[in-house]
């Protein structure tokens, strides 16, 4: 699959040539109204937005040729760590240019790389923020977020700082849009260049998802990393500055309805195909062999690759897991002792 991910705009000025407003004025102009409350049992969307968006910040990265990399992230805690894309700051690491975080209330601040993990394009950044400190978004949890629940992005656009759109989740689990771990949140709330890193929040306020990638080929096609992926590599980002994975030495790919209905699984979800299994590591050790179907590692159900990458990562190194396969119709465990992924 073509990757889709964001990728650094060269800025060198904004023009908007015109605004349109949606409201079509009354002859003889019209009377300003007075605002109309949410409807009962409805959160106020805008009581939500004024909560979080203290701790939204813009994030403007030292790019190659001179250039601007564009993106947006959201404040942890109070200790001045903010969340964003590791893409958006990708540049100014290999360059060795400077990060800076534009916060609502006008601070520009210095950013330094706490820590940085490209397989989940996740970075942790750390600002001082002196005796002034930012309201911290809380973390919510991704796993229940259900489809059709709403949400509202909230990041700088195009440099339109702390812009805000609302939708509903339109998928979760969306995979091979972009690397091994992929795991993304699907919405339809609006997202361009320069939402990347800013959260997603659910109506009580909490992040559930960081705002990533597009499809350019779609609308209403915008994706973001769920917030409990976050949440499994923090404690390495905070501690370490970077992510320890396992591998299990073999590569496998989703299967499609046609493979289901031809491999007797048509009404399961359950199931990944192995495409390569690397000599003298642990998948092959444990007779894994190619075309073989995962179906669980340690009785949780494999329902795709990314999600099957993600249950073998964060195991510990020197751990052994059973791996449930399918092999010529027929089921098998099998116990691999995983070893560290190289980088």
């Avoid at 990638?213 to 980002?237: D, H, S, T, W």
């Avoid at 992510?243 to 007797?264: K, N, P, Q, T």
Wanted: hydrophobic share 40%; aromatic share 4%; proline share 5%.
């Amino acid at each position: 699959m073509p990757q889709y991910r964001f990728h650094s705009l060269l800025i060198g000025g904004l023009l908007l040539t015109a605004l349109v407003h949606p409201a079509v004025a009354q002859q003889g102009g019209s009377r300003p109204t007075a605002p109309r409350p949410a409807p009962a049992g409805l959160p106020n969307v805008a009581d939500i937005v004024a909560q979080a968006n203290g701790g939204v910040v813009n994030i403007q990265a030292a790019a190659e040729e001179g250039g601007t990399s564009i993106g947006s992230g959201f404040c942890l805690d109070t200790q001045g760590r903010i969340i964003t894309n590791f893409h958006v700051i990708r540049d100014a690491l290999k360059v060795g240019g400077p990060i800076l975080v534009v916060t609502q209330d006008g601070r520009t601040l210095n950013a330094s790389v706490r820590g940085h993990d490209e397989a989940t394009d996740i970075a942790l950044l750390e600002v001082d923020l002196g005796k002034t400190p930012l309201p911290t978004l809380p973390l919510g949890d991704s796993d229940a977020v259900r489809v059709g629940d709403w949400v509202i992005a909230i990041g700088s656009p195009f440099e339109l700082d702390h812009t805000v759109t609302l939708g509903i989740i339109s998928g979760k689990g969306r995979t091979g849009l972009d690397g091994e771990y992929d795991d993304f949140l699907q919405t339809d709330a609006a997202i361009n260049f320069g939402n990347s890193g800013g959260p997603l929040v659910n109506l009580k306020g909490e992040v559930v998802g960081i705002n990533t990638l597009v499809l350019a080929r779609g609308q209403g096609l915008g994706f973001a990393i769920p917030v409990n992926i976050l949440k499994e590599v923090l404690p390495q980002l905070r501690e370490r500055g970077q992510v320890r994975r396992s591998s299990v030495g073999i590569e496998a790919s989703d299967i499609s309805a046609f493979d289901r209905r031809e491999l007797g699984l048509a009404n399961t979800s359950r199931g990944v195909k192995v495409t390569k299994v690397e000599r003298g590591l642990p998948g092959d050790a444990a007779g894994i062999r190619r075309n073989d179907l995962i179906l669980a590692v340690d009785a949780i159900s494999v329902t795709s690759t990314g999600q099957f990458n993600r249950l073998i990562a964060r195991t510990a190194p020197g751990a052994t897991v059973n791996i449930r396969i399918r092999r010529e119709e027929k089921e098998y465990v099998v116990a691999a002792k995983l070893i560290e992924k190289k980088s």
